[in-house]
Structures are given as structure tokens and as C-alpha cells.
């Protein structure tokens, strides 16, 4: 705008200059033709003529030339002042831009940071619906033979991985390969009478069967084993109302996590079950007792710590009868098996229960650690001579590679396995199955 204004400014007065020019030297001509008129006719008049027009002319010139300096002083003010407006007009511009400048830096940010909200709002509403639609996957619960298989780890690394290894370093069978056969069996405690029993049936029927391959060993050293623990022995624990339970066992087999487990097991099985807390000797032993009843729902008859344990059967048995219980279960003293005294207590327990709950299905119980492998069998023995057992439960088959204590039980003492305790939850007490048995050990 500025340099249209100047320029259309110079232009106008360029030509105004021009047009005066062009005026003066016509002016001047026509002097200098009427001054040559006027010399040739009277030369001092028309000297001083001249001298008084050149007087004029300069007066004049400057007149013109103060006239131009006046107008461009008069341009230049005015182009300066619209100069100042511009520049004014320019540095608020400027300003103004530097403003929005200021805010568009402004804006990345704001929108940078609304723009990460936004992700975040979004990344949690794809959460919550990815929540919504992905349904919680049940983990499958293992089977009661991988349980099984899972608790006799131990004792499967001592006698199946072993026989495997033996079978697999010889090419034929001999003698010298049934000897490597009996040191693991003895080493899992299967015992010794029982062990040698076993490898002499095998090897009447490696020699009744012709049998050549060492591979071909292993399927008739189960068979025999099977044979050797009877399976018309396996039988299941009895539960058909009325039941009364009489759980026996020295101190810290388990005994007490026993009855919680199987109390929890028959509610599970909606019976009604009532427990006798006859272990009056062992301090802290009633309300071990209570606890786990309140975990199984459970009602427990129980009396002071030292009292006779006889008379606490007796009004348990009579509650049960009041109450119409399906299964009653007895706790009963950890007894030492060379403890005379303790062991009368136990026959006089017997005779109470036979005398006033005659229709009840009868079950005593031995509760053995496997742990302690052959002394097991010890206990076992002393027990049945001072009541007549009917099934044994065995406790802690998960935590030793003693497990081939369950083979010389059954084959020796002919006395049915009925429990054995593969862990320490609520259902890793199970029914014993002779066939699962022989294959979680062996495979």
C-alpha cells in the first residue's frame, strides 16, 4: 500500500515538473526571441528588460523550487506517518501472530495429552469388554487316578522307573536279573517275606510261559502282584445307615484329619454324621476335634479333658440313636501298641459299642502312617489282636517311596485297605483300588 501511494505520489508531481519545464523553456524562447527583437531595436532597454526578467525568472525558480520542496517535504511527512501506521499495524501483526503461534504450540500439547486420555479411556473400555465377554476358565480338576498316580510320585521313582532301568540292561532273563528285581522291591518296603514270595511266583510263571524278552517282565511281575493282595479283600468303607465308625492308630498318624475328611466326605454324600471325641488323654485333642467339625458341618459329643472315654461312647451312641445319625464316628486315644493299659481301654470302648449299638454296621478303622513303613506292619499286627479290624486306612502315601508297604499289608496280614491319603485336601483321601494302586506305581 505504501510504495502504491509514493509512487502515485512522484508520479504526479514528475509530471507537474515536466509540465513546467516544458512551460519555462517555451516562456524562455519566447523572451530570448522578443529580447532579440528588442536589442536590434534599442539595445540599453532591452539590456536592462533582460536583467529584470532574469531577476524575475530566478525569483520565480525558487518560488518552484521552495513549491517542490515543500510538496515532497509534504509527501515524505505524509508517507512517514502512513510508514509509522503500517509499521503500528505491523507489529501488532506480528503480535497477533506471535499469539496464535504461541497458541498453536499450545494446542499439540492439549490435544497430545486429550488424545492419550482418549487412549486410555478407550484401552479401559476394550478391557472391560474383553472381561465381560471372556468367560473365567474352569480349571480341569485332575482325575482320582492322576490324583493317585501324582501322590505315589515317590514311591513310583523307586519302583517303576528302576525295574525299568534294570529290564532294559539285560537281553535275557536269568537269576542275576530276578536278585536286581528283589533289592527294589525290598527297598520300597515291601518287606521281605512278601518280596520273596513275589519274585518266586514270577519266576514259576516266566518259566510255566516260556518267556525269553526281559521287556515281557514287568505286565507278570503286576499280575502277581495283584494276586499276592487279594482282591476279594478290596472292599469300600462302610457308610449304610446305621454306621459307627472306631478309628484306632498311635499318635500323629493322622487319625484326627481322618475323621475331618471323611465326616466332610459323607456330608458331601448327604448323611447325617455325628463325632465322638473319646480321646480324653491328649491335651488340645477335643478341640482339634471341634475344628474340623465346624469345617465339615458337623456336630461333635464330647466331655471333659480326662474323662472316662467309655462313658463319652456311651451318650454318644445314644445321641446318634436320638437323632436318627447315619454315621457316627469315634476318635479315640493315640495308643501306643506296647501300651497294655491303653489297649484294655480300647476293648472296653468295644464292648460298650457292641452291647448298646448292636444294628450298627460295624467298622474299626486302623489309621497307619506309610511313612514308617515296616513298623507299620508291626503296629498292624498288635492292633488286630486287641480288636477285630476291618479296614485300614493309610496316611501319608504322598510323602515317602515307601508305598510298597500296602502290598505286605494286604498279602500278610489279610487285612482290606480301604483309605489312603495322597495329599493333604479334602478329597485326596480316597477308596483304594487295587488295580489303580499297582498301575500308579509301576508306570
Keep these: 500500500m505504501f510504495e502504491w501511494l509514493k509512487n502515485k505520489f512522484n508520479k504526479k508531481d514528475e509530471d507537474e515538473i515536466k ?55 509534504n509527501i515524505e511527512e505524509k508517507s512517514g506517518l502512513k510508514d509509522k501506521e503500517i509499521i503500528v499495524e505491523d507489529t501488532n501483526e506480528l503480535d497477533s501472530n506471535e499469539e496464535v503461534i504461541n497458541k498453536d504450540k499450545n494446542i499439540p500439547e492439549i490435544s497430545e495429552i486429550n488424545q492419550d486420555n482418549k487412549e486410555e479411556s478407550i484401552n479401559i473400555e476394550v478391557k472391560d469388554e474383553l472381561a465381560q465377554e471372556v468367560e473365567p476358565v474352569e480349571k480341569k480338576k485332575p482325575s482320582l487316578f492322576q490324583r493317585l498316580k501324582d501322590g505315589l510320585d515317590k514311591t513310583r ?56 524278552d526281559p521287556k515281557e517282565v514287568k505286565p507278570l511281575l503286576m499280575e502277581e502282584a495283584k494276586k499276592l493282595m487279594n482282591p476279594e479283600l478290596n472292599e469300600k468303607i462302610k ?82 440313636k436320638a437323632r436318627g445319625t447315619d454315621v457316627l464316628i469315634v476318635d479315640t486315644a493315640g495308643r501306643l501298641h ?16 457292641t452291647k448298646n449299638y448292636p444294628e450298627a454296621n460295624r467298622e ?40 510298597g508297604v500296602v502290598i505286605a499289608l494286604q498279602s500278610e496280614l489279610e487285612i482290606p485297605i480301604k483309605l489312603i491319603g495322597v495329599g493333604e485336601g479334602i478329597n485326596d483321601l480316597q477308596d483304594f483300588d487295587i488295580d489303580s494302586f499297582i498301575e500308579a506305581i509301576f508306570n
Design 364 to 403: 474299626n478303622l486302623l489309621v497307619l502312617d506309610a511313612t514308617t513303613g515296616q513298623n507299620a506292619m508291626n503296629q498292624a499286627k498288635t492292633f488286630k489282636e486287641a480288636t477285630d479290624l476291618t479296614g485300614i486306612a493309610l496316611t501319608k502315601l504322598d510323602g515317602t517311596a515307601k508305598g
Design 338 to 353: 506296647n501300651k497294655a493299659n491303653l489297649m484294655k481301654e480300647l476293648e472296653k470302648i468295644n464292648k460298650i459299642i
Design 157 to 212: 521313582k523307586e519302583v517303576g522307573i528302576k525295574i525299568n532301568t534294570v529290564l532294559g540292561a539285560y537281553v535275557k532273563i536269568d537269576d542275576e536279573m530276578l536278585e536286581d528285581l528283589e533289592d527294589i522291591l525290598i527297598s520300597a518296603d515291601i518287606g521281605m517275606q512278601t518280596t520273596m514270595q513275589l519274585i518266586d511266583n514270577l519266576r514259576e510263571t516266566i518259566i510255566r510261559n516260556k518267556v525269553n
Design 19 to 73: 509540465n513546467k519545464e516544458s512551460n519555462e523553456k517555451e516562456e524562455l524562447s519566447q523572451g530570448e526571441e522578443s529580447d532579440l527583437e528588442s536589442i536590434n531595436n534599442s539595445p540599453e532597454k532591452n539590456s536592462e528588460d533582460l536583467n529584470n526578467k532574469n531577476l524575475t525568472n530566478e525569483k520565480e525558480s525558487k518560488k518552484e523550487f521552495s513549491t517542490d520542496n515543500n510538496i515532497e517535504n
Design 239 to 320: 457308610s449304610t445307615p446305621p454306621t459307627i465308625i472306631l478309628v484306632v492308630g498311635v499318635n500323629g498318624v493322622g487319625k484326627t484329619t481322618t475323621i475331618g475328611k471323611l465326616s466332610a466326605r459323607f456330608k458331601n454324600e448327604n448323611k447325617s454324621v455325628l463325632v465322638c471325641a473319646a480321646d480324653t488323654f491328649r491335651a488340645a485333642a477335643i478341640d482339634q476335634l471341634k475344628e474340623w467339625g465346624n469345617r465339615a458341618n458337623v456336630d461333635i459329643i464330647s466331655h471333659d479333658e480326662g474323662s472316662d472315654p467309655a462313658s463319652v461312647v456311651f451318650d454318644a451312641i445314644a445321641a446318634a
